[in-house]
């Protein structure tokens, strides 16, 4: 039965993720130059116990679905494939994966979580932003878009994180 909610629970964070940056945040961007990627926080969250082939294969699911929608032929699946793949050196880079049990700002803390955020979310919108330009043309400016972006969709998955995740660990 546990099995059974953790596969509907991943199935509908899968969907949510999706449609929240299909018809909500697809045209969100601050000033032409910051963009938000929130479905990221589908992947930074997956558990740490889920089998690697499931986590990278719903991790091209999303981006391949994605790509459809930006028409980006395969750039969104590629950067979340990285990253998926790259969760877990990443994740022993910063700390043990046994003093973790859950990847949330409750369980790992505020300056963990962002470190951990910031460092997949800057290598997924580096293949995003550089592979669209696929030139050095325009590098500074690429690079300030990628900087933007990062920081803009950082943000916007700690506000996710403090406000749609419970606190139950914090008030007992």
């Given at each position: ?12 964070s ?10 909500f ?51 969104h ?47 997924h ?48």
């Amino acid at each position: 039965m546990n099995q059974q909610v953790a596969f509907i629970t991943f199935s509908l964070s899968f969907v949510i993720h999706l449609l929240i940056q299909i018809f909500f945040i697809h045209h969100l961007e601050l000033f032409g130059l910051a963009f938000c990627f929130l479905y990221i926080n589908f992947i930074l969250t997956l558990p740490l116990d889920a089998n690697r082939n499931v986590v990278l294969l719903s991790a091209f699911g999303l981006g391949l679905l994605l790509d459809g929608f930006y028409d980006t032929l395969g750039i969104h699946a590629f950067a979340c494939v990285l990253i998926a793949y790259l969760r877990s050196f990443t994740i022993g880079l910063i700390g043990s994966k046994t003093e973790i049990t859950e990847l949330a700002i409750r369980n790992t803390g505020l300056s963990w979580f962002v470190t951990y955020s910031f460092v997949l979310i800057l290598i997924h919108h580096l293949v995003i932003f550089f592979f669209q330009q696929f030139n050095f043309e325009m590098f500074l400016h690429t690079l300030l878009r990628v900087i933007a972006s990062s920081l803009f969709t950082l943000i916007t998955v700690i506000l996710v994180q403090y406000l749609l995740y419970s606190n139950t660990k914090n008030a007992r």
